[in-house]
């Protein structure tokens, strides 16, 4: 809820100004045990992993994004790199990393998975246009099925920083707070494959070219 305040406050809690950016946070830090290498560095339709994790929330309207990084070290430029030296604890390690590091000027973050190679730009736009609408928590979903991005309001990131454990990420603060986590629908713009075996990038990267961007229409 909107409050008629100047720069649009957010109602309760926390009280983020709405005209505040949304920024984008990539998780990237595994090393990728049953691939074989870790995930930030395998090259898919030309790109990185990582590249093409900057590349979808670039596009989706996300500034500034932070890229957590720890099994290898990650340069890439125009984003700022958050190292985690607890990541063989797990996801959940990497996003307390990642929220800690986000900056004061940002009202919401988008976090994406380096391991999810074909969600679309679209994504990540209608997670921020939920968010302008007033959402707090919004989840992207494929077929009514939650999966990734999820956006979540700076009032709430130190609920989710602490209900982080393991390789849960987000999934335990999302399933407590389900009255305030907004449903996305995104099958009609990318798929949610993960990308953790040979075999799994060996099946995606025959459904990419090489000249496809991160916000391009994947083949079904």
């Avoid at 309001?153 to 999934?171: C, E, L, P, S, Y």
């Avoid at 986590?181 to 009609?188: F, K, L, Q, R, W």
Wanted: contains cysteine; charged residues 20%.
């Amino acid at each position: 809820m909107m409050s008629d305040a100047p720069g649009g406050l957010a109602g309760e809690p926390g009280g983020a100004t709405r005209a505040l950016g949304v920024a984008g946070l990539l998780l990237a830090a595994g090393q990728g045990s049953r691939l074989g290498r870790p995930k930030a560095t395998v090259r898919l339709g030309g790109q990185t992993l990582a590249e093409r994790g900057i590349g979808l929330l670039r596009a989706g309207g996300a500034d500034p994004i932070l890229v957590v990084s720890g099994a290898v070290p990650i340069s890439l430029p125009g984003v700022g790199i958050v190292h985690n030296p607890d990541w063989p604890s797990g996801m959940a390690s990497s996003l307390r990393a990642g929220l800690a590091a986000l900056p004061a000027s940002s009202a919401a973050v988008v976090i994406a998975l380096v391991d999810q190679p074909l969600i679309g730009a679209e994504a990540v736009r209608r997670l921020i246009a939920a968010f302008d609408a007033g959402a707090e928590v919004a989840v992207a979903c494929y077929a009514g099925r939650p999966r990734n991005p999820v956006l979540i309001a700076r009032a709430h990131w130190a609920d989710a920083a602490a209900a982080a454990q393991g390789d849960m990420g987000a999934r335990a603060f999302l399933r407590a707070r389900e009255a305030i986590v907004t449903p996305v629908e995104c099958g009609d713009t990318g798929r949610a494959d993960d990308l953790d075996t040979p075999e799994d990038l060996r099946k995606l990267a025959s459904l990419v070219t090489p000249a496809q961007a991160p916000g391009a229409p994947r083949r079904a």
